[in-house]
C-alpha cells in the first residue's frame, strides 16, 4: 500500500460524505465501526447513519475537507492517518464553517479497504 492509494481510498470517503446519501458514505464504512465525535460515542452502523443524517439536516450543503493529511502507520491489513478537518455550511440560512482535528483509521476487509474507526474532536483551546 503506497500513500497514493490510501489518500485515495480517503478521499472517496470524504467524496460520498460529501455526497450528502448515507447509502455512498456505508460503501466505505465497515458494519462494525465506531465513531467518536465530541458530543456522541456511534457503536452502529444505524448509530452513524442518524449521526450523519442530523448532521445534513442541521447543516445544509455541508462541505467537508481534510487538510495536512499524515498517515501514521501503514501495513497491509490497516493504516491510520491524522488530519485537520473543515466543514462549511448554512445552519439556519447563514454561512457558517468550523473545523477540529480527525483521526481514521483503515483495515483490509475482503480486499477492500473499509473505515473502522473515525475520532472529530475541536481543536485545543
Same mark, same amino acid.
Given at each position: 500500500?503506497?500513500?497514493n492509494e490510501l489518500n485515495i481510498i480517503l478521499s472517496n470517503y470524504i467524496k460520498a460524505t460529501n455526497s450528502h446519501n448515507f447509502t455512498e458514505v456505508k460503501k466505505c464504512i465497515d458494519l462494525?465501526?465506531?465513531y467518536w465525535f465530541t458530543s456522541k460515542t456511534c457503536e452502529s452502523? @444505524?448509530?452513524i447513519e442518524a449521526f450523519f443524517?442530523?448532521?445534513w439536516n442541521l447543516i445544509r450543503e455541508e462541505k467537508y475537507s481534510a487538510h495536512n493529511v499524515k498517515w501514521i502507520s501503514i501495513s497491509n491489513?490497516?493504516?491510520t492517518?491524522?488530519?485537520n478537518f473543515k466543514w462549511e455550511g448554512y445552519i439556519d440560512g447563514f454561512k457558517k464553517s468550523g473545523g477540529g482535528r480527525a483521526t481514521n483509521v483503515?483495515?483490509?476487509k475482503n @480486499?477492500?479497504?473499509l473505515l473502522t474507526h473515525e475520532h472529530l474532536s475541536s481543536f485545543p483551546i
Open positions: 500500500m503506497n500513500l462494525e465501526a465506531v452502523i @444505524d448509530e443524517c442530523n448532521t491489513e490497516s493504516a492517518c491524522i488530519y483503515f483495515q483490509k @480486499d477492500k479497504w
